[in-house]
């Protein structure tokens, strides 16, 4: 089957630490985003990737981090910097930014302990 | 600047009655828009896009929804409503960042169909 998966589904941070969440696809897509998403919110973009070893951030990239060294998996590191981390992180990938269509993960609910 | 607005947190309506969640936008150029519908605790799914073309736009599970260019809204919509229609509703218009084409999403639209 075709599609984007997100590990792992729940995710504990203590204080000071830093965690990565997993993002794959095997739709053979160039792009991929990642999203905050808050109650009342709506979905903030963090990072994007448009190809292979190149990304951009996104509203609110502060306290994390990218990387895109395979055109099927951006991970995101949420770093320790990131004081307020509690919340639903959504992978999406589309054939190129702009006009397509995009294709989400089930996402990964963040939460500090 | 460019942006997309769902000015309604919550909509309600009963079983078997037309719906309708309001998006406007602003941005230059031409509007690539979208419609993504997300049940609880899952990640988005797409319901349908405007790129070009007629007004009118048919999407999955029953759903429509009509760009009005002078009126900046791209309106979903559908004739008859189903209690399993109930979940939350993106809009999404690509907006120009960085020099790249990006979608940015609305807060977000609750959709509660009544028995």
């Known amino acids: 089957d075709g599609g984007i998966t997100q590990s792992p589904k729940y995710l504990f941070r203590k204080e000071g630490q830093n965690v990565t969440l997993s993002c794959e696809q095997n739709l053979n897509h160039d792009a991929m985003y990642w999203y905050r998403q808050d109650p009342g919110q709506g979905l903030r973009l963090i990072y994007y990737s448009q190809i292979v070893n190149d990304f951009q951030k996104g509203d609110i990239a502060e306290g994390y981090s990218v990387s895109r060294e395979k055109k099927e998996s951006f991970p995101l590191t949420v770093t320790s910097a990131q004081k307020n981390p509690t919340a639903f992180y959504l992978c999406?990938?589309?054939?190129?930014?702009?006009?397509?269509?995009?294709?989400f993960g089930p996402g990964t609910r963040l939460l500090v302990l | 600047a460019q942006s997309v607005a769902q000015p309604e947190d919550q909509v309600n309506v009963a079983e078997g009655n037309p719906l309708t969640v309001k998006c406007t936008y602003s941005?230059?150029?031409?509007?690539?828009l979208f419609w993504y519908v997300q049940y609880p605790n899952r990640g988005l799914q797409f319901l349908l896009k405007?790129?070009?073309?007629?007004?009118l736009v048919k999407g999955s599970y029953g759903f429509e929804a009509e760009f009005n260019k002078s009126q900046t809204s791209f309106h979903l919509k559908k004739p008859s409503a189903l209690v399993s229609d109930s979940a939350l509703y993106f809009c999404a218009v690509r907006v120009l960042s960085g020099g790249s084409y990006i979608p940015t999403f609305g807060r977000g639209t609750s959709l509660i169909v009544h028995p």
């Open positions: 405007y790129i070009t073309g007629d007004n």
């Open positions: 999406a990938s589309s054939k190129q930014t702009g006009v397509e269509t995009q294709y």
């Open positions: 941005v230059s150029g031409n509007p690539y």
